[in-house]
């Protein structure tokens, strides 16, 4: 007989007879609840264990799983008072007293929960369910870390329990620890490949890693699984905006609109795909109306914000900011993107202590040893007191440019009481910063290799924090020296080249987010190819992918950079040249630093230690000039300036080089 019949028999049965002792068939019922249980019939499931309590008020089995029907159906408290009587009636299992913490942590009633979990745990310390649900307790009341010890030991117990690993997971990914959360992730996956909730949770680790492609890839199986969901539409929406694929960005957004037209997820994310775009005007209605439906969420007004500085509105914009930093005070993200504002405005004492935030609010720009630093909170960790002789680690960190910019204050380590300097660094800076003065060893931060007896540890981007810096303060960038004799050795291969000579760069580090943003074709630089009298002089690097790049380089005079194998060398041959002109921010970094005028190309928007307007940079204040785009404007409307502009400095070169011979008195 088959079970919908058999419980509508029964039922039907239960309607027309009052229980009597002795005669209901309390073991026959039981395991025909169970049966309706495990199918998901929690009504009629409910009515055979009252039934039974009719019967047999103290009855523990049929307490315990009514209780749990009273929690799948919503039920908190109902459902702790029953699990609490059946253990009372003597069922008291680990499994009773785990899924009591469950239903306690639901409630809010975390002590009582982590009882209810350490004396499963000390019934059965095999029990894996036991510690994975005590680790979820541990995350709510932000024990981030020893959540993950729990987890990782219920999947030592129990290697295939899948809600461990995704549980682990997302743990890992709120911890910044995003190769770890990708691997929990994955692992869960190959156990249950058609999840939903694991594909999204993958989705928004790879988005957090800025692995925009692998995003959008795995939020489209999401969508091929189940298209009826918002969140993986606008989450395809963000990783595609990322990727510069603006009108596939747009639609899928708007097809999250259409599932659900006030989803405040979806109205962010077409806000912010609209403001990738530079439609600042088109964005703003949609962020009113998002703040129309939730006046008290802070990403709108981060967004916002960033809505007024496109519009050069800077009053109003630190005003939304702090807007949104009030309305989450604990929020990482508000305090970075605030830092960022404050540091774009010279801000620097507030903007750089704000900036601390940046470990959490943007974890896939650090490496796990990185994240780890930034995260200290002991004595360990340098915030700029007295170094009291110690031994001080300098860790670099995100970009090339990065690591160029912070390389200024090394030399000053030793005057705040340092015994000995260590960095690391990428490999392709190594021999730049070992002729640093102050620095006693420079590591390749991409191996394991770490000097000995380290006291102390500091990321690189937190010195101006630690010093304290403000706009006025900042030290002098000219530290780095090249030496005669290899600077020569360049001096040779370039000597036979006539006027000015001129370093060019066209295209950003392949590793940028915004590398297509950044990149100028072929056609785009021809008035720069064309002006007399200058020699453009190749300073870029291959970019996989980027045919435009082989393009350009096929057309300029000189083309050395292939014998530059790291950017010692790439130093010494710009210290040969006249004027370097750059879209590259790490060889304007490297340029400036040389001494050499540099002239930076920038997209709209910029950077935050770029200013948002100013045609020079405090950070390069007598060798940087730079051309920004203006709102609406092009690249080639920007190379057309640059190229006026190279021009006149070949003129000039012109009348400094004409030797007028002087006049003899008759």
């Not at 959008?216 to 189940?226: K, Q, S």
């Amino acid at each position: 007989m088959g079970l919908l019949l058999r419980v509508s028999q029964r039922l039907r049965r239960l309607a027309h007879e009052k229980p009597r002792a002795g005669v209901v068939d309390t073991l026959g019922e039981l395991r025909l609840a169970e049966e309706l249980h495990r199918a998901g019939k929690l009504r009629e499931a409910s009515v055979l264990y009252e039934h039974i309590l009719e019967t047999d008020p103290e009855h523990a089995q049929a307490t315990y799983f009514l209780g749990l029907v009273r929690f799948q159906e919503g039920d908190a408290g109902g459902a702790s008072d029953l699990i609490e009587r059946a253990s009372f009636l003597g069922l008291d299992t680990p499994q009773v007293r785990t899924n009591l913490g469950l239903v306690y942590m639901h409630l809010g009633r975390f002590e009582v929960a982590e009882r209810a979990l350490r004396e499963a745990i000390r019934q059965d310390p095999a029990f894996a369910s036991a510690h994975g649900t005590l680790a979820l307790v541990r995350a709510r009341i932000g024990d981030l870390h020893g959540a993950v010890l729990l987890l990782e030991k219920a999947c030592e117990l129990e290697p295939q329990n899948v809600e461990a690993l995704n549980n682990l997971g997302g743990i890992y990914r709120d911890l910044g620890r995003l190769d770890d959360a990708l691997a929990r992730f994955g692992d869960a996956l190959r156990l249950r490949p058609d999840s939903v909730a694991i594909l999204s949770n993958l989705a928004g680790a790879q988005m957090a890693s800025r692995q925009w492609s692998d995003a959008a890839a795995t939020f489209r199986r999401v969508i091929a699984l189940d298209d009826r969901l918002p969140l993986a539409w606008s989450g395809m929406g963000g990783a595609l905006a990322e990727m510069g694929e603006y009108g596939d960005a747009e639609s899928a957004c708007r097809e999250a609109l259409q599932l659900r037209p006030d989803a405040a997820e979806g109205l962010a994310a077409l806000a912010r795909v609209l403001r990738h775009q530079g439609k600042a005007d088109e964005a703003e209605p949609v962020l009113r109306r998002l703040l129309e439906l939730d006046p008290g969420q802070s990403t709108a007004w981060g967004q916002m914000a960033a809505v007024h500085a496109a519009r050069f509105s800077f009053e109003e914009a630190e005003a939304s900011h702090r807007r949104a930093v009030d309305l989450a005070p604990r929020s990482a993200s508000a305090r970075f993107d605030l830092a960022h504002f404050l540091l774009g405005q010279g801000k620097y004492e507030e903007g750089f202590a704000l900036f601390e935030s940046r470990f959490l609010a943007i974890p896939g720009w650090f490496t796990d040893e990185v994240r780890a630093a930034g995260q200290d909170e002991s004595e360990h960790r340098w915030r700029g007191q007295a170094l009291d002789d110690k031994h001080l680690l300098v860790l670099g960190e995100q970009g090339f440019g990065d690591q160029i910019m912070m390389f200024r204050y090394l030399p000053l380590l030793k005057q705040r009481g340092a015994r000995r300097v260590s960095l690391t660094c990428a490999p392709e800076l190594l021999r730049l910063a070992r002729a640093i003065t102050g620095v006693d060893q420079v590591f390749d931060r991409t191996d394991r290799s770490r000097p000995e007896g380290v006291d102390i540890v500091v990321p690189a981007m937190s010195l101006p924090y630690c010093f304290r810096s403000t706009i006025d303060t900042l030290p002098d960038a000219g530290y780095l020296g090249i030496d005669a004799n290899q600077k020569h050795q360049w001096a040779e291969r370039l000597a036979s080249l006539e006027g000015l000579r001129v370093g060019l760069t066209w295209a950003g580090n392949s590793t940028q987010d915004d590398l297509l943003r950044r990149t100028l074709t072929l056609e785009t630089l021809r008035p720069l190819l064309g002006v007399a009298g200058a020699t453009l002089v190749s300073l870029q690097k291959p970019v996989p992918g980027q045919a435009q790049c082989e393009d350009v380089r096929g057309e300029l005079l000189t083309d050395p950079i292939d014998a530059c194998e790291d950017f010692f060398d790439t130093a010494c041959l710009v210290s040969n040249l006249e004027l370097v002109i750059t879209v590259d921010t790490a060889v304007a970094h490297l340029a400036a630093t040389l001494g050499v005028p540099t002239w930076l190309l920038l997209k709209t928007g910029g950077e935050w230690r770029w200013g948002p307007t100013s045609a020079t940079s405090a950070w390069y204040p007598d060798t940087m000039r730079i051309f920004r785009q203006g709102r609406g404007a092009s690249w080639s409307e920007l190379v057309e300036q640059v190229a006026d502009a190279l021009r006149k400095e070949v003129q000039v070169l012109r009348n400094h080089t004409i030797c007028i011979p002087e006049r003899e008195d008759k």
